[in-house]
């Protein structure tokens, strides 16, 4: 037997799917670039000629006012 709060957790996650299904479409394209520039995203970056034609992209990026030096310890 399903108590109420099952219930709930198992509608919020059909929701939840849902939204996702439907708000996809809508957001991919800005989603794929988050905070990437046009020529940034249209750069060939390392790695990329292992899939020659991929069925997806996806460019993130961030900028940082600072020396690659300074910021590349904080990455590694």
């Known amino acids: 037997m399903n108590t109420a709060s099952e219930v709930l957790d198992?509608?919020?996650?059909a929701m939840m799917?849902?939204?996702?299904?439907?708000?996809?479409?809508?957001v991919q394209?800005?989603?794929?670039r988050w905070h990437a520039t046009a020529t940034e995203a249209a750069q060939t970056l390392p790695g990329?000629?292992?899939?020659?034609?991929?069925?997806v992209q996806q460019t993130l990026a961030v900028t940082i006012q600072a020396r690659a030096a300074d910021v590349w310890p904080w990455v590694a």
């Open 29 to 32: 394209p800005w989603y794929s």
């Open 48 to 55: 990329d000629e292992r899939v020659p034609q991929p069925l």
């Open 10 to 13: 198992n509608v919020g996650g």
């Open 17 to 26: 799917i849902g939204g996702c299904l439907v708000f996809r479409p809508l």
